[in-house]
Structures are given as C-alpha cells and as structure tokens.
T-cell receptor
Framework: GAVVSQHPSRVICKSGTSVKIECRSL??????MFWYRQFPKKSLMLMAT?????????EQGVEKDKFLINHASLTLSTLTVTSAHPEDSSFYIC?????????????FGAGTRLSVL | DAKTTQPPSMDCAEGRAANLPCNHS???????VYWYRQIHSQGPQYIIH???NNETNEMASLIITEDRKSSTLILPHATLRDTAVYYC?????????????????FGQGTILTVHP
C-alpha cells in the first residue's frame, strides 16, 4: 500500500529556533500534500496544502511566514516552523494520495511531535 | 461538505463486532462517506469509503442506509489494537483536479475502546 514517511517523529527545541519536518511519499508521486496540526485531545486541523512547484495554500488563521512549506519534488514536502515558541508545541501530521482520481483517500505520516521549551 | 455527527465514545468487548454509527442527514448526492481512524499518537489511517452501496474490505464493512442519511462502520471481530478514534467524513465525489480534493475536515470522532 501507499506509504508516507515523516521525519523526525519527535523533536524538542529551544524557543526561538526553527524546526524542519519532512514528509515523503515513498512509493508514489504526490503533486499535493497536506499538513495538519493536532493539539492534545483535539481533532486534526488542516494548516496548509502543499503544491509541488508552486506556493502552498494556507488555511485561514495560519501564518505563512511562521510555517514555511516547500514542495520541491514530487515525493517531498517540508514544513519549517520558524522562530518556534511554546505555543507551537503540537503534533504535526502530513498526508498525500497516490491517486489522481481518488484524492480523498489520503495516506498519513506517523506524525511529528514538536515540543518547544 | 455535509456535517457528520458521531457519538463521542463507545466500548466493545474483544472479539465482538464493533458498530460505529455516523449521522450525515444533509449529505448530497455526489458526496461519499469516508472512515478513518487514529490510534493514539499516530497519523490517521484510511479504513473504507462508500457512496450508497454497502462496502467491505479486509478491515471493515460500511453499511449505508437507503436514504444515505446515516451509516455504520462495522469491525467484525474487534481486537485491542482497534482501540482508536474513528472519524466519519463526508466529502465530494472522487474526481481528479481541483485544489480542494484531498482536504479532509476532521470532526471529534468516536473514541472506541476495546476491552478484554
């Protein structure tokens, strides 16, 4: 089946530093990937749509300068949390679909737990 | 996308069938019902989807009522590893193109606890 790999699985950083999270589609190409954020005991909230070769589309209320997305190839999207602060601590999850015709069947990475001290 | 309503939590005994309901009374004709689950501290996992016919795969069965206003996800023989949050999502039909396809709106889901 389709596999989406996310790295790192866990990161702890100091306030003010930047953190990069990678999302890779291992056995398929994805022109579009999605980034979600999940706070404890809450549901997933879509942050942005990552588009290969073009700018990401951000959901309302998500700061594009804070959460930089780069989708430089058909198998890799990165999310960089810039100048991270404790309130950015969360579970970040990416997803992608191997099918152009069935994009609503999304395959998710295992998630990255970010803790900002 | 049509709104869905799910019970916040359910319990099930190991080995028994788990029946998870979902209400989607405002579903429109071209919207599918998708089910995902999220085991604690992992990314969500696709389970099954359907339009109006009942569907079955290696993970579960999906029963959709004739009027399509509700559906039930059935895990025929629940195991402890099926303990998770189950999300019912209603979404437009399977189509290529468009920037909105693939964006999933997750509600609160149903916390299913399978106990020994």
């Amino acid at each position: 089946g389709a596999v989406v790999s996310q790295h790192p699985s866990r990161v702890i950083c100091k306030s003010g530093t930047s953190v990069k999270i990678e999302c890779r589609s291992l056995d398929f190409q994805a022109t579009t990937m999605f980034w979600y954020r999940q706070f404890p005991k809450k549901s997933l909230m879509l942050m942005a749509t990552s588009n290969e070769g073009s700018k990401a589309t951000y959901e309302q209320g998500v700061e594009k300068d804070k959460f930089l997305i780069n989708h430089a190839s058909l198998t890799l999207s990165t999310l960089t949390v810039t100048s991270a602060h404790p309130e950015d601590s969360s579970f970040y999850i990416c997803s992608a679909s191997p099918s152009v015709l069935a994009k609503n069947i999304q395959y998710f990475g295992a998630g990255t737990r970010l803790s900002v001290l | 996308d049509a709104k869905t309503t799910q019970p916040p939590s359910m319990d099930c005994a190991e080995g028994r069938a788990a029946n998870l309901p979902c209400n989607h009374s405002t579903i429109s004709g071209n919207e599918y019902v998708y089910w995902y689950r999220q085991i604690h501290s992992q990314g969500p996992q696709y389970i099954i989807h359907g339009l109006k016919n009942n569907e079955t795969n290696e993970m579960a069965s999906l029963i959709i009522t004739e009027d399509r206003k509700s559906s039930t996800l059935i895990l025929p023989h629940a195991t402890l590893r099926d303990t998770a949050v189950y999300y019912c999502i209603v979404r437009v039909a399977l189509q290529a193109g468009g920037t909105s396809y693939g964006k999933l709106t997750f509600g609160q889901g149903t916390i299913l606890t399978v106990h020994p």
